[in-house]
């Protein structure tokens, strides 16, 4: 470009510098004027020509330049969605993670201790519950029918009617109007095994776990209807101090050792379902999760939401807060794990762990049915022989 410039400079300096003479001649300006004009058009076609390549150039260069521009535009803007995907997505699982968190485990965090420290007290209630254990009910003639002496079997017969009518009048008898029967909000409590298993109360309510003292006193009512309403009665002292009466205690501890065993799988089962001390706090710790709350919400039993849960119902609470929790199928089924075998290992986990539960509330009932078997077979074989021992001791006349 330059030097077409110069090429220029230089012909018109040649054009102004050209002697006097040659204006006078027309011939000579004529050519010397084509020969400017043909000096100035090649000039000015050879410029055209560099600036249509050097604006070909450019041309060329903006291209390529909006061409990366683009490509790196749409790169970055690809980029920009992955991520806001990627931070959607991490949102989202979050999300879905802190409203399916899983209830709190109680084995594995401080419950463990709660788990010993519920078993350790209902095995220790178990045993205030045999006669002479300490265990205290608020029915005076029920506690007389469970701690005091044994009395004869007429005596434990009017005692067990006085049970029954003071508390536990079916709609039934008092629809019949026996003497005594008023309305219950305990018919048959002391008759019907829900009193043990499930707690007594009005027919329709729902299973129980964890039982206020008028559902332990019903059960207990139960157990001694149960297992043995009249037992061998004790004899007096002086009766004692005789050879016949030293027999018969001793066929009286027989048949109480197998008695006993009848009267140890109830005893145990009721235990079990009575609020520990410390129990307020396990509660309080299931409720700091939300979803561990939402679930023991819907089927914790009113003992247990005012804070006073049983071992029984911790160990319902243990195995259905898996399987019978929906709030732990959401998680499971919203975590996007690509082991999915695994997943359904746990899935199948929980669901035999239910199952086993279950086998072991079967079980109990169970255990409850072959002791009452068991009491049934010591009655016929040591009571006729435990009777008529009696007579003979009282042939004595001993007082």
Known sequence: MKRTYAYLAATATALVSLPAS????????????????????????????????????????????????????????????????????????????????LPIDPCANS????????????????????????????????????????????????QTHAIHTAKYCSALET????????????????????????????????????????????????????????????????????????????????YQANTSAAEKVQFDAIASRMPFAGSSRLVSEIKKADHAAKYFDQTASKQAKAGNMSWAELMDFETGRRFRNPYWLIAMGAEASPEKLQREQVFMQAYANELQYRTYRQLEQLNISIGLLLASDARKELRPALEAQLLRVQSTNAR
């Open 175 to 254: 629809r019949l109007g026996y003497p005594g029967c008023n309305a219950s909000l305990m018919p048959d409590g002391d008759a019907n095994v829900e009193s043990v298993l499930t707690g007594a109360g009005m027919p329709g309510k729902d299973p129980e776990l964890s039982y206020t003292s008028e559902q332990e006193e019903a059960a207990r009512a139960y157990t001694r209807l149960s297992v043995d309403p009249h037992p061998p009665q004790n004899i007096s002292r002086a009766e004692a101090g005789t050879e016949q009466g030293k027999l018969y205690i001793a066929m009286q501890k027989m």
């Open 111 to 158: 419950g463990g201790n709660y788990a010993g420290q519920a078993q350790n007290a209902a095995g220790s209630k178990s045993t205030t519950y045999k006669r002479g254990g300490g265990g205290t009910v608020s029915s005076p003639v029920l506690s007389k029918a469970l701690n005091d002496p044994i009395p004869s079997p007429e005596v434990s017969r009017r």
């Open 22 to 101: 040659a204006y006078t001649c027309d011939g000579c300006v004529v050519s010397a004027v084509q020969a400017a004009s043909s000096t100035i058009s090649g000039a000015i076609g050879t410029m055209s020509s560099s600036l249509r390549s050097a604006l070909d150039s450019i041309n060329t260069n903006l291209s390529n330049v909006g061409s990366k521009v683009s490509d790196s535009v749409v790169q970055t803007g690809s980029k920009q969605r992955e991520m806001n995907v990627e931070i959607q997505r991490r949102a989202e699982k979050e999300r879905v993670e802190r409203e399916t968190e």
